[in-house]
């Protein structure tokens, strides 16, 4: 049959999508801070939505771990989780791993371009959210060629947990590891390095989740300290 001269009527985003979408990105970008506790009542005057649409989101939300609904108790941001986090990113470094050895066979022109273009972006770019997004970005030209609906889905599930965990470690992402995998992962999938480049894509993670563990590991260590004072006052005690 030919093409209809009438414009079609394509279906708008359900609100209840809208809504996802504006709650996952405070979620990740911090603006929702980890443990804040939220209700029905705040989400309707921000959002300027009804109770059903917003519940639906806020359930999509619980199950992917980012909200904690607690019976009895209410509704709250999921806290920060570092161990949560570290499986994460293993998790995401084997299967992009393996999903960069799959598609670098399989890159367009244009998608070598899109590649270079984001590397730029990526290495002079230095705000958290920013660079976790662009890292994102790159990541899914490989995921979108390969075409795997069920490395899209863990993908999709994983990338705003270990996203809100970088955006509040601000710096984590700049480490020389994580630069230079980067840069790696750009030079081999450039020259058709298949092996090349998923080794650094596994890099990129491993490398990310060492430097954010790390700093995390300095703050409590500084916490402690601070907490208890009396052995760095000991200390200063012995000395003749």
């Known amino acids: 049959m030919p093409v209809p001269t009438t414009p079609a009527r394509m279906p708008r985003k359900l609100l209840r999508d809208q809504i996802f979408d504006a709650l996952l990105d405070a ?4 603006d929702l801070a980890a443990g804040e506790p939220i209700s029905d009542k705040q989400l309707e005057t921000w959002l300027g939505a009804s109770r059903t649409p917003i519940r639906e989101a806020v359930n999509r ?7 904690e609904v607690l019976p009895q108790r209410g509704t709250r941001i999921a806290p920060l989780d570092s161990t949560r986090f570290a499986e994460e990113m293993e998790m995401l470094g084997v299967v992009y791993s393996a999903t960069v050895r799959e598609a670098v066979p399989l890159l367009t022109d244009a998608d070598q371009t899109r590649i270079s273009e984001l590397h730029a972006r990526v290495s002079r770019t230095t705000n958290a959210l920013e660079r976790a997004r662009i890292v ?4 899914s030209v490989f995921v979108d060629r390969y075409r ?8 999709e599930k994983s990338v705003p947990h270990v996203t809100r965990m970088i ?21 081999a999938s450039a020259s058709g ?3 090349g480049a998923a080794s650094a894509a596994r890099a990129y993670f491993t490398a ?6 790390a700093r995390d590991g300095a703050e409590s260590d500084r916490a402690a300290d601070a907490a208890d004072p009396s052995d760095a006052a000991g200390l200063e005690s012995e000395v003749p």
């Open 27 to 30: 979620i990740v970008a911090g």
């Open 136 to 139: 994102d970005a790159l990541m």
């Open 167 to 187: 955006t509040a470690r601000p710096g984590a992402l700049d480490a020389t590891d994580t630069s230079a995998a980067l840069d790696s992962l750009a030079a």
């Open 148 to 155: 795997n609906t069920l490395v899209q889905r863990i993908r």
């Open 61 to 67: 939300l619980a199950g992917m771990g980012l909200i």
């Open 208 to 213: 990310g989740v060492a430097s954010v563990m």
């Open 193 to 195: 390095d298949a092996e």
